[in-house]
Nanobody
């Protein structure tokens, strides 16, 4: 059974930093794209950043220059370094992985981790 698990959320003051991690595990063959999304109360889920298996990343304009994604394929893990956090970054952050299982590519989502930016 394939699982995607996030960790690293918490409460931070404006201007602070957090580092999120997302790890896939289970009977998987390979992982294609991985991505971080976020969803604030009353808002639609939005893409924060995606990264290909070769490391090419695509960031939302709202986080460019502040957030950095990194990936370790051997560890089946991506990290999201978030710097200069703003109150508007407050949301549940969810990880999505496109995973090849039994020769089919499927989307797997984690449960999410809460990030709160407040003084």
């Amino acid at each position: 059974q394939v699982q995607v698990v996030e960790s690293g959320g918490g409460l931070v003051q404006p201007g602070g930093s957090l580092r999120l991690s997302c790890t896939a595990s289970g009977a998987l063959f390979s992982i294609d794209d991985m991505a971080w999304y976020r969803q604030a109360p009353g808002s639609q889920r939005e893409l924060v950043v995606s990264v290909t298996s070769s490391g090419s990343a695509n960031y939302a304009d709202s986080v460019k220059g502040r957030f950095t994604i990194s990936r370790d394929n051997a560890k089946k893990t991506v990290w999201l370094q978030m710097n200069n956090l703003k109150p508007e970054d407050t949301a549940v952050y969810l990880c999505k992985a496109e995973i090849v299982v039994l020769q089919q590519t499927r989307e797997f989502w984690g449960q999410g981790t809460q990030v709160t930016v407040s003084s």
